[in-house]
Nanobody, 125 residues
Framework: QVQLVQSGGGLVQDGGSLRLSCAAS????????VGWFRQAPGKEREFVAA????????SYVNSVKGRFTISRDNAKNTVYLQMDSLNPEDTAVYYC??????????????????WGQGTQVTVSS
């Protein structure tokens, strides 16, 4: 069992930066792939980024490449999402999620077992 607790987020102006954190309980967190998803009002939850259990593999949706960076510190059981050059289209509730089933990065919400509580990110123009 893994519990994920998110922090960070909030309101920022267009072009600003935020960092989201996802802290996990459980001694086997280093065995899980962790992904970040987001959901805007009226839209489906979409994949944003993911990092492999070792941290050596990462993947991003095209719209955030070059602006967002996912990283993890397994000693602290924490995954981070650094978001730079934010724009209003990034406004959404962001969720972290953990997958311990697949040996590779997966991209759909249904493939992740555990979820954080969600945190609002609002980018004003």
């Amino acid at each position: 069992q893994v519990q994920l607790v998110q922090s960070g987020g909030g309101l920022v102006q267009d072009g600003g930066s935020l960092r989201l954190s996802c802290a996990a309980s459980g001694r086997t967190f280093s065995a899980y792939t962790v992904g970040w998803f987001r959901q805007a009002p009226g839209k489906e939850r979409e994949f944003v980024a993911a990092i492999s259990s070792s941290g050596t593999g990462t993947s991003y949706v095209n719209s955030v490449k070059g602006r967002f960076t996912i990283s993890r510190d397994n000693a602290k059981n924490t995954v981070y999402l650094q978001m730079d050059s934010l724009n209003p289209e990034d406004t959404a509730v962001y969720y972290c999620a953990a997958d311990g089933t697949y040996s590779y990065i997966v991209y759909t919400p249904g493939q992740y077992e555990y979820w954080g509580q969600g945190t609002q990110v609002t980018v004003s123009s």
